[in-house]
T-cell receptor
Framework: NAGVTQTPKFRILKIGQSMTLQCAQD?????MYWYRQDPGMGLKLIYY???????DKGEVPNGYNVSRSTTEDFPLRLELAAPSQTSVYFC?????????????FGEGSRLTVL | GNSVTQMEGPVTLSEEAFLTINCTYT??????LFWYVQYPGEGLQLLLK?????DKGSNKGFEATYRKETTSFHLEKGSVQVSDSAVYFC??????????????FGPGTRLSVLP
């Protein structure tokens, strides 16, 4: 059981470049999330989705875009990369519309913008 | 709003020592509480959870009790092992306007256990 799969695991970008972080889950979860993890800051929510075709902004959405064309996939797009976007990015999914379910995380994507 | 505060790290212990990592929260309504663990180079994984007041979550020798009166969810383990070295995150979850969950994470506490 693959769970949540993220690619790439590592990437170095130059300022102004664009890229897409891929995320796929095989658990048929409706809810998917993108977080960024900065040292000592915990996790900050970038975007989330409650189902195919439905996305919404989280706490720190500026500089990012998402789409959700299928239940399985939830890619995160970085346009015009900036050094402030250097971080570790985690995709996660959950199945519960109430507040009791757990989040399942991918292994993370470490992005450096130079 | 919702927030989670946990003790600053890093925490360094000798093997077989007792561990406590404090966590307090602020939330509206009746959140669920979680402890996640992140081993080096990996994503976060659920360690334990409690979904209502006075519930005790437990797993792998770790325990935490949901204390509504003190808004706390402290993580404890009686005898730590080197393999417990990781970063521990306290988190809460509230319902997001009936659509999905609103998770809020603490900053994480790095634990190092020395042999």
């Amino acid at each position: 059981n693959a769970g949540v799969t993220q690619t790439p695991k590592f990437r170095i970008l130059k300022i102004g470049q664009s890229m897409t972080l891929q995320c796929a889950q095989d658990m048929n979860h409706n809810y998917m999330y993108w977080y960024r993890q900065d040292p000592g800051m915990g996790l900050k929510l970038i975007y989330y989705s409650v189902g195919a075709g439905i996305t919404d902004k989280g706490e720190v959405p500026n500089g990012y875009n998402v789409s959700r064309s299928t239940t399985e996939d939830f890619p995160l797009r970085l346009e015009l990369a900036a050094p402030s976007q250097t971080s570790v990015y985690f995709c996660a999914s959950s199945t519960d519309r109430r507040n009791t379910g757990e989040l399942f995380f991918g292994e993370g994507s470490r992005l450096t913008v130079l | 709003g919702n927030s989670v505060t946990q003790m600053e790290g890093p925490v360094t212990l000798s093997e077989e020592a007792f561990l406590t990592i404090n966590c307090t929260y602020t939330a509206t309504g009746y959140p669920s509480l979680f402890w996640y663990v992140q081993y080096p180079g990996e994503g976060l994984q659920l360690l334990l959870k409690a979904t209502k007041a006075d519930d005790k979550g437990s797993n792998k020798g770790f325990e935490a009790t949901y204390r509504k009166e003190t808004t706390s969810f402290h993580l404890e383990k009686g005898s730590v092992q080197v393999s417990d070295s990781a970063v521990y995150f306290c988190a809460l979850s509230n319902t997001r306007d009936n659509y999905g969950q609103n998770f809020v994470f603490g900053p994480g506490t790095r634990l190092s256990v020395l042999p």
